[in-house]
């Protein structure tokens, strides 16, 4: 048979078998041999008898092409990568071992999965490569500093519409907060920052990018020149008033850790609501709250340097849906009545105001105030028309005979 006699060695079976050559033809002492292979002389006799009676493969490890003693049973291992194409499809190495464990109460390590879907070909989604990126250190201390987007997402597979994950990560401890909502915006923003607000206080400052949501691209006003100020974004202006500063991110490299917390939640929240059969928002924030938020903190959440807590408690009496909502002034017109968004309403007192604020809170209702004092108003359904002209055929004028434009006429002709 072809082959039969080639013997497969590695290279440092080689590099062994030509010192233990020399040895064998006595150029070399034994002594000499076993300090060269750091062995002891011992064992240099051992395997000098073995190559002069069994030949160069005596040098082969006997356990080379046998299974391993501490191998898992074939039938384990198919029932593990059945799960892993079937159940657990798209989860990688890591993930698949940490629910195998926890659901199936089967233990395996990450790296020996890793070989089998290797083996396998079992695909599932890998690290990319990185730029390189100059590295910024972490804040000291927890609530120094909160970092927040929003990651658009098939978050439920194709099981129902696909909606907006507004995420919090704190700088210091990389402890996550967030919530599910049908998109990114204004008021998604003021309801996820208030439940934050009411867990853990107010943060020093936020971190966030150039979303249209968060900044504003308008144009400044002639009076807020005059008081030197800038065109600020809902978010801002309520973020100004709770005394909390923003920063604006210029590239999502700069807020990296909300970035690749993302990467996390849309590699295991995705799977971990599959698992669970969740497929609408009402039920996925429920989730979040109640089972994957505490455990996603407990896993991968980090001590800070410093032990203090910079959030700060939400003062007394102060009222949070009056600040985290959408105000904007418009015109009180003449007969009273105000226009927002492409609503008429009849204000009901009687008010000296040329402009009035509209609120628009987190509870869906308008609230319409003058210098801080609410006003009544309703809404009208539908606005009369107003009177059509009649217009009368106007009646042709005929000069009599002795206007002077007919005697005009026949001076002219004679």
Excluded at 192 to 199: E, M, N, V
Excluded at 279 to 291: E, M
Aim: glycine share 6%; with cysteine; proline share 5%.
């Amino acid at each position: 048979m072809a082959g039969k006699d080639i013997i497969i060695m590695s290279m440092k079976e080689l590099s062994r078998l030509s010192v233990i050559r020399k040895a064998i033809e006595r150029q070399i002492t034994q002594k000499e041999t076993a300090e060269i292979l750091n062995l002891c002389t011992r064992q240099i006799r051992r395997i000098v008898a073995k190559v002069k009676l069994k030949g160069d493969e005596a040098l082969i490890h006997k356990s080379r092409g046998k299974p391993s003693n501490r191998a898992r049973p074939q039938k384990i291992k198919d029932r593990i990568l059945h799960l892993c194409r079937t159940k657990y499809k798209g989860f990688g190495p890591t993930f698949a071992a940490e629910k195998l464990f926890e659901i199936n109460k089967i233990k395996i390590h990450p790296d020996t999965l890793r070989k089998w879907f290797i083996e396998d070909s079992i695909e599932y989604n890998k690290r990319k490569n990185r730029k390189h990126r100059s590295w910024r250190p972490r804040k000291e201390c927890f609530g120094q500093m909160t970092q927040i987007d929003g990651s658009h997402e098939d978050w439920f597979e194709g099981r129902s519409d696909k909606c907006v994950y507004m995420g919090y990560i704190d700088d210091a401890t990389n402890k996550v907060f967030g919530r599910f909502y049908e998109y990114e915006g204004t008021m998604p923003f003021m309801d996820s920052f208030k439940r934050y607000a009411k867990k853990h206080g107010l943060p020093q400052r936020v971190y966030f990018d150039n979303h249209k949501t968060y900044k504003s691209n308008g144009k400044i006003t002639v009076e807020e020149q005059l008081e030197n100020k800038k065109a600020q974004s809902q978010v801002e202006r309520a973020l100004s008033e709770l005394g909390v500063e923003y920063i604006h991110a210029e590239s999502p490299q700069a807020k990296g850790r909300i970035e690749r917390s993302f990467r996390t939640h849309q590699d295991r929240l995705i799977k971990e609501m599959r698992l669970g059969g969740i497929s609408n928002v009402k039920d996925a924030n429920k989730f979040l709250g109640s089972y994957y938020i505490p455990k996603h903190n407990r896993k991968f959440s980090i001590p800070a340097k410093n032990g203090t807590n910079l959030h700060r408690p939400i003062p007394k009496g102060l009222k949070l849906d009056k600040i985290l909502c959408k105000r904007t002034e418009v015109t009180l017109r003449g007969d009273f009545t105000v226009r927002y968004d492409k609503k008429l309403f009849q204000v009901l007192d009687n008010t000296p105001a040329k402009r009035v604020t509209v609120e628009e809170r987190l509870n869906n209702k308008l609230y319409i105030s003058y210098k801080g004092k609410e006003l009544k108003y309703k809404l009208i359904d539908v606005k009369p028309a107003p009177a059509k002209k009649v217009y009368k055929p106007r009646k042709m004028h005929i000069p009599p005979k002795n206007h002077p434009w007919r005697n005009f006429k026949i001076r002219k002709c004679a």
